[in-house]
């Protein structure tokens, strides 16, 4: 009896309906947004492109975005050539002949991911490893029913005798060319996903890998190309606006970031991260009110996080509450030590406060986790060319400090500028510090007047002969 043999075919819809059951929030939301009917019926398409592909495998691609059957010319024709090797199936079994056993074994596989459990991608390559077994043993059987029709008896020419094995080495000979070739498009993550664009532009998971690959690269233009157009084909999936939003934040298009994070709210599901990529982004722009309201609902959902303890820090830093930024800096670094930026926001913090060696010691701490921190380099070398307690202070470090980060910004950055005036009056090189503020003060003129006056006012002590000093 074949019933232990069918038992196990059959195991698959068990092993499915456990997967569906374990992931029941995430296909819950596959149920709502694609339908088990319009996939059910977007299913004899697909097959049908399975077994086209199972005679010629090319082109094989990670991502088709396959679209959902609209029409019932989309469905029927598909439909209908699929219910020739359904019925024939359902004869097979009935009359226990060997072309059921075949069919049930594609079918019965192929069924718990081709059928009406839906997913959000219809067409996928390797649901079809374990069914090919069926088309290939079909394509065995033809093959022998082909040399069984040869009459027998008779003596063939060699030639003749030699077509078999010369077409068997034909067909391995090409799909070992096809497999050498496939395996050409794994040497990267950009040679994967630039393949599969060429031959499914439209698909959104592939521009997502693709900007995913760019990003690694750096190549952050690029990538964002590739994201925002993931985002239009994919507008209902979470993690396309997400990674649009990451990647526009990081080229500081703050406002195009808000809108993206602000449509992954508006999807079904939960979002880890997007309250606390909202924090960091409206920190940046200033928006502090509501920066502070999303960074109360990142801790809800994760207070241990050291980004969440890091962002609530910049935030009273900025808004000029420097014990509890001090508070909440300790927190993240307690979390994570070597967090350059959490070094960074006490010694801010600490700074405000007019502790000065303990802001010294949290700026060089910061320093040293990140050596490309150079707001927190800046920052130090303030402090040890400007600060009122001269057993703080420290000229000779701060000019050696700020002339290491005004030679990475060459010299353009006028905030970097002021500091190393500072250190240059520090250590009484006064015509230097001239030249650098005077040199701010033209990179800065007409853009804010606050920082022009500062700058005048440095400039004023320095003709005299005297350093800045801070008064808190």
């Not at 509501?290 to 959902?301: D, I, K, M, S, T």
Request: a positive charge.
């Amino acid at each position: 009896s074949h019933a232990p043999l069918y038992a196990l075919l059959l195991l698959g819809w068990a092993v499915i309906a456990g997967l569906v059951a374990a992931t029941w929030e995430d296909k819950a939301t596959d149920f709502h947004s694609v339908g088990s009917l319009r996939y059910a019926l977007t299913q004899p398409g697909v097959i049908l492109h399975y077994l086209r592909l199972s005679v010629w495998p090319h082109p094989l691609v990670m991502s088709y975005g396959w679209r959902l059957a609209e029409g019932w010319r989309e469905v029927a024709l598909p439909l209908g050539a699929l219910l020739i090797p359904l019925a024939a199936t359902a004869w097979g079994l009935a009359r226990r002949r060997w072309y059921g056993f075949v069919g049930i074994l594609f079918f019965g596989v192929l069924g718990p991911s081709s059928s009406f459990v839906p997913t959000q991608q219809p067409a996928f390559e390797h649901r079809m490893y374990l069914p090919l077994a069926a088309v290939l043993l079909l394509a065995v059987l033809a093959a022998e029913w082909l040399l069984r029709l040869l009459p027998r008896g008779r003596a063939y020419p060699r030639p003749v005798r030699a077509v078999p094995a010369l077409a068997l080495l034909a067909a391995v000979a090409l799909l070992g060319w096809r497999t050498g070739v496939r395996n050409t498009d794994y040497y990267t993550r950009l040679d994967l996903w630039s393949r599969n664009l060429e031959h499914r532009m439209d698909s959104g998971m592939a521009h997502f890998g693709m900007a995913n690959a760019l990003r690694d690269r750096g190549r952050l233009l690029d990538a964002e190309r590739h994201y925002r157009r993931a985002a239009q084909l994919r507008s209902d999936r979470a993690e396309m606006h997400f990674n649009y939003g990451s990647i526009l934040a990081d080229l500081g298009r703050y406002d195009q970031a808000v809108q993206e994070y602000r449509k992954v709210l508006e999807l079904p599901g939960n979002h880890p991260g997007i309250h606390r990529n909202l924090t960091y982004v409206l920190t940046q722009m200033g928006r502090l009110d509501e920066a502070l309201a999303h960074c109360r609902e990142a801790n809800e959902v994760a207070p241990n996080h050291p980004l969440v303890s890091l962002y609530f820090a910049e935030i009273h830093n900025r808004q000029n509450r420097p014990a509890l930024a001090a508070r909440f800096a300790q927190r993240a670094i307690a979390l994570a030590p070597r967090l350059a930026k959490a070094h960074y926001q006490l010694g801010m913090a600490r700074m405000r406060l007019g502790e000065w060696a303990p802001a010294v010691a949290s700026l060089r701490e910061a320093v040293q986790a990140d050596p490309q921190h150079l707001s927190a380099a800046n920052s130090l070398a303030w402090i040890l060319a400007t600060c009122p307690d001269p057993a703080v202070r420290n000229g000779g470090d701060a000019l050696r400090i700020a002339r290491g980060f005004c030679e990475k910004t060459r010299y353009a950055n006028p905030i970097f500028l002021d500091t190393l005036g500072a250190a240059y009056a520090e250590v009484g090189q006064f015509s230097d510090a001239l030249s650098a503020a005077r040199q701010a003060l033209d990179l800065i003129a007409g853009q804010n007047p606050a920082f022009e006056e500062a700058l005048r006012t440095r400039i004023r002590l320095y003709r005299n002969g005297q350093a800045f000093r801070v008064r808190l």
